[in-house]
């Protein structure tokens, strides 16, 4: 690859844009500016080959544009590796808009978004994610038809969060079947970090079964609401990462799995929703096997959201949708099992997987 036999200013000559930052064949970048609403999004479209890109828009307030234009870089080609895993005919893509959603976002901002979104033609449809509400997609809707996630009662699978969530907990399942022989969470000290519209549905699937499972948040408010509703514990500690415990559910941002926190990790599994969990694929995916750690890949076991938004394209049911989520119990211990029998990591083993699924439709 370029990147690897040049040297970072040759690179910068030579390369200004796609040599930057996450590009990775990326098909189509989109910059989306109206200073009226103060919208600023950027869409990626990653690659199409399987079907249009779908992937939610995340709003969010980057400290710089550069953060935002890396962060959709890296969602949407996680979009693609998550739908060709999970066999759906869709590629990958994602959107970001600038800025906090508390204080930014208003119809009139989602509308004009939308817009942005129907020039693309359906080449990519949008979705909700990190600081985004089914109402949201319902506003976008009102401008385009390449939206998914919308409310029931406007024809739509409604919230994906519940679907993400019980996939991530058939991949912690999965996990904990092959780590420990058993699927069976009783007593299994489970640590959740983030209990967003995804962390809190996995907090309660998993306190159901009767793991001791701890919580943590930024969200002072909503750890004292999901503690006190599921009898479950606040994090009291001063590092999580150092923390002994069985799992551990990462359910906020992603790259939480990085060069500072690699070595406190004292858990045996790690399976949860974030999305990009390693901060270097390679680095990272490497380290956690070195330390014997079952790493679940993220864009495998959270793809219960976009098998339910993909359920509104294909006109699914309700049992098709949570057949296909339930699937992902099979898919992850395939490939913790194609990962322990070639040596390669786990996510480079659900990489290759999904790489061969996209070869052979190219291939056709
Ligand atoms: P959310 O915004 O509802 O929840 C995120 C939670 O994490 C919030 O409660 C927030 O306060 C908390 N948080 C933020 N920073 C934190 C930190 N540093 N430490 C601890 N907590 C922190 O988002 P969500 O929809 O629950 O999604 C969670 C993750 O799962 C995201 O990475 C998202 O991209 C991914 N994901 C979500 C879906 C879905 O269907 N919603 C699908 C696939 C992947």
């Not at 950027?42 to 709003?59: D, E, K, S, W």
């Not at 976008?140 to 024809?155: A, F, L, M, Q, W």
């Not at 339910?308 to 099979?330: C, H, L, M, S």
């Not at 996510?347 to 290759?352: D, H, P």
Request: with cysteine; glycine share 10%; charged share 20%.
């Amino acid at each position: 690859m370029i990147t690897e036999v040049l040297t970072a200013n040759q690179l910068k000559k030579q390369a200004p844009v796609f040599g930057q930052l996450s590009f990775n064949d990326h098909e189509q970048v989109v910059f989306c500016q109206d200073k009226d609403t103060g919208l600023k999004a950027i869409i990626g479209v990653h690659n199409t080959i399987l079907g249009p890109a779908l992937g939610g828009t995340r709003m969010y307030n980057y400290q710089t544009e550069w953060d935002a234009l890396n962060d959709v870089l890296r969602l949407s080609r996680g979009m693609t590796y998550k739908a060709a895993i999970t066999g759906l005919n869709l590629g990958g893509g994602k959107a970001v808009i600038i800025g906090d959603p508390k204080v930014m976002k208003t119809p009139a901002l989602m509308r004009r978004f939308g817009e942005f979104v129907h020039t693309l033609g359906g080449k990519y449809y949008t979705a909700e994610d990190v600081g985004m509400e089914t109402s949201d997609m319902d506003t976008v809707r009102e401008v385009t038809p390449y939206v998914t996630g919308i409310s029931e009662s406007k024809g739509g699978a409604g919230n994906p969060s519940p679907v993400t969530a019980y996939g991530v907990y058939m991949g912690m399942k999965a996990s904990a079947k092959f780590s420990y022989g058993t699927d069976n969470l009783e007593g299994k000290k489970i640590l959740v970090q983030g209990i967003g519209h995804v962390g809190e549905e996995l907090v309660r699937l998993t306190a159901e079964e009767g793991a001791n499972v701890i919580i943590t948040d930024i969200n002072q408010e909503r750890l004292e609401t999901v503690s006190s509703k599921y009898g479950v514990e606040v994090y009291k500690g001063k590092d999580l990462y150092a923390e002994t415990a069985d799992i551990y559910a990462p359910c906020a941002l992603g790259a939480t799995i990085n060069d500072e926190t690699i070595n406190k990790l004292k858990v045996k599994v790690i399976a949860g929703a974030a999305n990009n969990q390693l901060a270097s694929e390679n680095i990272h995916g490497s380290l956690l096997q070195e330390k014997g750690i079952v790493y679940a890949p993220d864009f495998l076991i959270n793809a219960g959201g976009i098998i339910n938004v993909y359920a509104e394209i294909e006109g699914y049911g309700r049992d098709q949708i949570i057949n296909k989520t339930e699937n992902i119990y099979n898919t992850t211990l395939d490939i913790l099992n194609k990962a322990k029998a070639t040596g390669m990591t786990t996510n480079s083993a659900a990489v290759s997987i999904a790489d061969e699924r996209i070869a052979a439709k190219k291939n056709q």
